[in-house]
């Protein structure tokens, strides 16, 4: 007799909604297709989300979206929408209880699974390979520093050490730390996996190579690098 012994059920996708409120990225779903391909972790898509009122501050003659304000609006949008994770993409400069001009933000606290980013000053092009791999980049930040603070309410980011990895700060914005090819250094990624598990990361890890190498018209390879080195400050 032969007993029928299920296969382990894999985990389901957590499933990732992204509403770019100014239409930024005219290329977001294909890149989000793209993102779904080289992962088994999470399912993204992309969602309808109105900005709410009352989620601005204006500091020094310039209007910020006020990123716990904008969050605590939305927080319950994600269940209404039936994602695990909703993030923002805005075009308005952003800004949160500790600091001003900051283009990512999240939360960390599970009630609130939202997730920003904002383009104001980014030496970002909208679209092309730079964006997409931005894109993948700024995802992945986002997504792991959320889950990390499920886990632990110590900080994710670094000020010192590579600049390659998604968690090191880059308060001067350099364009290489958003779209250039990142990867997590040994000491984020021991913690990510201590706390996420190794499927998880490696989903990161697929991630962030998503866009390595891009097959172009007629099937030839083409390398793609951030050749650029201009920096901007905020
Ligand atoms: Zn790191």
């Not at 890149?31 to 088994?40: I, K, S, T, Y």
């Not at 209007?63 to 075009?91: H, M, Q, W």
């Not at 209880?97 to 970002?124: H, Q």
């Amino acid at each position: 007799m032969s007993a029928k012994r299920p296969l382990p059920k894999r985990a389901a996708r957590a499933q990732v909604g992204i509403a770019d409120l100014a239409r930024f990225f005219p290329g977001l779903e294909g890149v989000l297709g793209h993102l779904n391909e080289v992962q088994d972790r999470f399912a993204f898509r992309e969602v309808e989300v109105t900005s709410p009122l009352g989620v601005w501050v204006r500091e020094e003659g310039r209007s910020y979206l006020y990123a716990e304000l904008f969050a605590e609006k939305l927080k319950d949008k994600p269940r209404s929408l039936g994602v695990d994770f909703l993030g923002c993409i805005t075009n308005w400069w952003m800004r949160d209880d500790k600091s001003v001009n900051i283009y990512g933000w999240w939360s960390g606290d599970r009630s609130v699974p939202i997730l920003l980013l904002s383009t104001a000053g980014l030496p970002l092009p909208a679209e092309g390979p730079v964006a997409e791999g931005a894109l993948a980049n700024l995802v992945v930040a986002g997504l792991a520093a959320q889950m990390l603070g499920y886990e632990s309410s110590a900080g994710v980011l670094h000020e010192t050490g590579p600049r390659e990895c998604p968690f090191f700060y880059n308060p001067e914005r350099a364009i290489e730390s958003i779209g250039g090819r990142l990867r997590f250094d040994a000491r984020c990624k021991k913690r990510l996996v201590g706390a996420l598990g190794r499927a998880t990361v490696r989903a990161f890890d697929g991630l962030l190579a998503a866009y390595d190498i891009r097959k172009v018209v007629g099937g030839k390879p083409l390398r793609v690098s951030v050749a650029s080195g201009r920096r901007s400050r905020p």
